[in-house]
């Protein structure tokens, strides 16, 4: 007998933004797991959006400064970063409506810059 088992394929990061937070699902929660705070920036030319973890040690440090540091809820199946006024910058710059509705967009996890790139050219 000749079997193959089967293996589930990994899952994709996708990250959904919405009016006032980013929400990102299970498998790009896994990079979130340990942090204590996260940094978020954009590459405007590329359309990216870029989230990286911080640890309580990278947090407490005095190099990065507190208005740089935003707080991140990290539960079993999805963690999240609420920052309105963020949303509406990436919402003015990008043409993305997101007062009334959600858009959910891939993600990937860059493992040699510790970051996690979301393309907001590519919504699913």
């Not at 030319?45 to 935003?70: F, G, T, W």
Request: hydrophobic share 35%; proline share 3%; net charge neutral.
């Amino acid at each position: 007998m000749e079997i193959t088992w089967f293996n589930e394929k990994p899952k994709d990061c996708v990250v959904t933004l919405a009016a006032g937070n980013i929400t990102l699902n299970k498998p790009a929660t896994t990079f979130f797991e340990n942090a204590y705070s996260v940094m978020l920036g954009l590459e405007k030319n590329k359309h990216l959006l870029v989230i990286k973890p911080l640890s309580k040690e990278d947090a407490m440090r005095h190099d990065i400064p507190d208005k740089n540091k935003y707080r991140i809820t990290v539960r079993s199946s999805y963690s999240r970063v609420t920052n309105k006024a963020f949303m509406e910058e990436i919402s003015n710059m990008y043409e993305i409506r997101l007062d009334d509705e959600t858009h959910k967009f891939k993600a990937t996890w860059d493992y040699k810059e510790q970051i996690l790139v979301v393309n907001l050219k590519e919504e699913i």
